[in-house]
């Protein structure tokens, strides 16, 4: 079983910036690919990114350009730097874990709002 714990979301202006931090504690996390999934009100659950445990990156084409993701496998976490924010970027931001099974953080609220 692995633990996924998200930070870093809030409130913030259109063209603003957060980072979001997963963190895995206690778990091998080099070994696992990591994701970002984000999921609106009356929206499904859309891949933002993903890092693969050899480091390579995918971003979404809605957000390629402005976010950024990345891993300190030192530190048990995988990172979105998410710039230019927009609206429609405003969603639930949960972290994914993936080895054999999928593993899920509980997610952390973005709202980009003027």
């Known amino acids: 079983q692995v633990q996924l714990v998200e930070s870093g979301g809030g409130l913030v202006q259109p063209g603003g910036s957060l980072r979001l931090s997963c963190v895995a504690p206690g778990s091998i996390f080099s070994i696992y690919d990591m994701s970002w999934y984000r999921q609106a009100p009356g929206n499904q659950r859309e891949l933002v990114a993903c890092i693969t445990s050899g480091g390579i990156t995918t971003h979404a084409d809605s957000v390629k350009g402005r976010f950024t993701i990345s891993r300190d496998n030192a530190k048990n976490t995988v990172y979105l730097q998410m710039n230019n924010l927009k609206p429609e970027d405003t969603a639930a931001y949960y972290c994914?874990?993936?080895?054999?099974?999928?593993?899920w953080g509980k997610g952390t609220l973005v709202t980009v709002s003027s």
């Open positions: 994914n874990a993936k080895l054999f099974d999928n593993y």
